[in-house]
């Protein structure tokens, strides 16, 4: 096990729950507070940062908080320290507590909390409701001496191109001849200075989602023979890599909207939900938006959902599912805290295989603000 600073752990995060997956214009995202190029020995998950929480990370002996919830989320006209928020930040920053937020894009990202939700409810056979984000896929040729064509697909497949679906290293080989003459200065790896040289070369044609073409084109360069290989890189009309807000999926049996009801408040451990709909009716497929998903109503209903859990549901927006004939559970916000377990779970299983001497640690401060009474 080795020592790690704050950046080893956030790229590590970034890797499972990239930047670019994020859904809201402008969403505050990132390190908020602080710096993370430092020793980070033990990491804090919470849901939101609150005064109880930071002194919790202090307590703790955190050095980084990793929050779903970003503390600074509107642009700030000052810190003053005779307000709360303003308390909050001078305590993180006396303590060199940084802070890292991650928002929408841990909503949507595989295993956030959109998956959490859904793995607390049993969902199976699921999709995404909102398609967000998808990658263009390009189309990368190369010409390489049939000699040298198996390293070449090798390197090319370690670096990620090449995968469809569930398989891996997928490439097309044609053969042909190559021509070139070596001019003055050149250091051919076949052939000779002046000469018109005929190789017998193929062509190797992979697909890769363009986000990794950097990483591919270093492959090609590294484990190709020639100073100047040929290669073309073309863009397809397909995409790849869908992610997207809120999930879509089936209860392993159907169970009335009552019963639903009940299951919700103990899967998600709240004690009460609001409901718009029949109680007698039955239901099993569930669409689901974690935290504020009213502006999605249109979309469960299009997904064909029995019933949309989302919290925060306003009375208008309730009343507009209730016309287009969409049933609501809405257990509240504060039902994102399955992130908590999930993240700190994630990211010590990340670190275990880096070998990254790192404890996360599960926030156990109830941010709810609301009582039930
Ligand atoms: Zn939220």
Not at 59 to 77: D, M, S, V
Not at 113 to 133: F, M
Not at 214 to 243: C, F, G, S, W
């Amino acid at each position: 096990m080795k020592s790690v600073n704050g950046q080893e752990i956030i790229q590590l995060f970034e890797s499972w729950s990239p930047k670019h997956l994020a859904c809201m214009e402008n969403d505050p995202i990132g390190l908020a507070i602080g710096t993370l190029n430092k020793p980070v020995n033990k990491v804090l998950v919470t849901l939101d940062v609150n005064d109880a929480v930071a002194d919790e990370a202090i307590a703790q002996g955190c050095e980084l908080i990793i929050a779903h919830h970003p503390p600074i989320f509107r642009r700030l006209a000052n810190i003053r320290t005779d307000n709360p928020a303003g308390q909050l930040y001078e305590k993180l920053i006396k303590h060199d507590i940084a802070v890292y937020a991650a928002h929408t894009n841990l909503d949507v990202a595989e295993g956030g909390v959109n998956d959490l939700l859904a793995d607390a409810l049993l969902l199976e056979n699921r999709s995404i409701l909102e398609e967000t984000y998808a990658e263009d896929v390009l189309k990368l040729s190369v010409f390489v001496p049939t000699a040298d064509a198996d390293v070449l697909r090798e390197a090319l497949a370690k670096a990620g191109a090449g995968r469809l679906g569930s398989y891996e290293a997928c490439s097309y080989t044609s053969s042909g001849e190559g021509r070139f003459r070596a001019l003055e200065g050149a250091n051919p790896h076949v052939g000779s200075i002046g000469e018109l040289h005929v190789e017998e070369e193929v062509k190797v044609e992979v697909v890769l989602p363009a986000s990794i073409k950097n990483r591919v084109l270093k492959a090609l360069l590294n484990a190709h023979p020639y100073e100047e290989p040929a290669y073309d890189i073309i863009r397809l009309e397909q995409q790849t890599n869908r992610m997207g807000l809120g999930r879509v999926g089936y209860l392993p049996k159907e169970m009335l909207l009552q019963d639903f009801a009940e299951f919700v408040k103990k899967q998600l451990d709240v004690p009460t939900v609001r409901v718009v709909g029949d109680l007698q009716s039955t239901v099993r497929k569930i669409a689901l938006v974690g935290g504020d998903g009213n502006k999605y109503i249109y979309t469960a209903k299009r997904a064909g959902a029995d019933v949309f859990l989302t919290g925060d549901m306003y009375f208008h927006t309730a009343q507009d599912a209730q016309a287009i004939g969409l049933q609501i559970v809405d257990p509240g916000h504060h039902v994102e805290k399955v992130m908590i377990a999930g993240v700190a779970k994630k990211m010590a299983t990340l670190c275990e295989t880096k070998k990254y001497r790192v404890e996360f640690v599960q926030s156990t401060i109830h941010t709810e603000p609301f009582l039930f009474v």
